[in-house]
């Protein structure tokens, strides 16, 4: 990453951090270097940036957002965040073309050692309620057993932030990591990806 990029990102941490107040609480694993999918509740534009600012500078940089191509494809001051300053790795939503796979630059980004924020809902919850997880990650815990999958809860994030504002609202953020899940032998799609849900639900926020 170049110099001007490296600033460009530790500016918008720093202006994550002042906006919201956020602080990590590392409940069910340590901010330790090792490959990781940091899957999360999804209720705003800045929940990856809040997610990757609290990271560690030895994670962030190895830890990459997936983000909808349709959205941040859309300006060129979109692209240079998304490709320069973020790293993310760009899924099509919906299915542009027969037999597209939309799990492929993931598992790509996966073979070739990085760590991803993903946000299994797929969109961004209109109320702040979760929303069902859609089936890729059930397909991505599957295929990558030696990955960690680290549930994250992000709170208040949908007050500070709502679908359609303009003005953040100055509400404190926390950002809780909980216990890595696994994909139990025999465990049908179904069940897990309703375990995993419930292990974002399940999570408290504590001071």
Not at 70 to 82: E, F, N, Q, T
């Amino acid at each position: 990453m170049q110099y001007l990029d490296r600033l460009a990102g530790l500016f918008l941490i720093l202006l994550a951090r002042a906006l919201t107040g956020a602080y990590a609480n590392w409940q069910g694993c340590l901010p330790e270097v090792r490959q990781r999918l940091y899957f999360a509740n999804h209720t705003s534009h800045l929940d990856f940036l809040l997610l990757w600012a609290m990271l560690p500078p030895a994670l962030r940089y190895k830890t990459r957002p997936v983000a909808g191509a349709d959205y941040w494809g859309a300006s060129p001051v979109r692209r240079y965040l998304i490709h320069r300053v973020f790293r993310g790795v760009l899924v099509e939503r919906g299915r542009p073309s027969a037999g597209h796979n939309p799990l492929e630059p993931l598992q790509a980004a996966l073979d070739a050692g990085d760590s991803l924020i993903f946000f299994p809902e797929g969109t961004r919850s209109p109320d702040g309620e979760m929303q069902a997880f859609k089936g890729g990650l059930y397909h991505l815990v599957r295929d990558n057993p030696k990955v960690e999958f680290v549930p994250v809860r992000i709170e208040n994030l949908s007050r500070v932030m709502p679908k359609g504002g303009l003005i953040p609202v100055p509400l404190i953020c926390i950002l809780s990591f909980g216990t890595p899940v696994a994909l139990a032998e025999g465990e049908a799609k179904p069940d897990f990806l309703a375990r995993a849900r419930q292990s974002v639900l399940d999570m408290q926020p504590k001071p």
